[in-house]
């Protein structure tokens, strides 16, 4: 048995949607045995499905193709997940945020921006 990737990786809860899972696979962020895949590609049995998503790549192997999606708990026992592990919250920067109705920046503040964002000359 097959199923089309799309309704596979949003099957076993990779992407929220199955629209999602089909405009990834049109803007080439999914890959099925290293070949960048189509949203009606067929997967089967010990395919392997690579997908970048949020900055990260899954890396699952097929055990059960499924088209409908399923509680979390069946849905794991569909794949086997090869991913790297997800880097650590520590190397995000946090992006400093003003607060609503904060109004215009000062021309100190605007300097202050840019120079956290990397743009300031520093001067």
């Given amino acids: 048995m097959s199923v089309r990737v799309d309704a596979w990786i949003w099957a076993v809860r990779l992407v929220k949607t199955r629209s999602a899972g089909a405009a990834a696979c049109r803007a080439g962020h999914v890959r099925v045995n290293g070949v960048t895949a189509k949203p009606a590609q067929q997967v089967s049995v010990g395919d392997?499905?690579?997908?970048?998503?949020?900055?990260?790549?899954?890396?699952?192997?097929?055990?059960?193709?499924?088209?409908?999606?399923?509680?979390?708990?069946?849905a794991a026992e569909c794949l086997i997940d090869r991913s790297p592990p997800p880097p650590p919250k520590e190397l995000f920067v946090a992006v400093p945020v003003r607060d609503r109705g904060a109004g215009r920046p000062t021309k100190r503040e605007r300097r202050e921006i840019d120079r956290l964002r990397g743009r300031g000359s520093g001067i």
Avoid at 65 to 72: T, Y
């Fill in 48 to 74: 392997e499905v690579r997908l970048r998503l949020d900055g990260r790549e899954r890396i699952v192997e097929v055990t059960r193709p499924i088209a409908k999606r399923v509680g979390a708990s069946v």
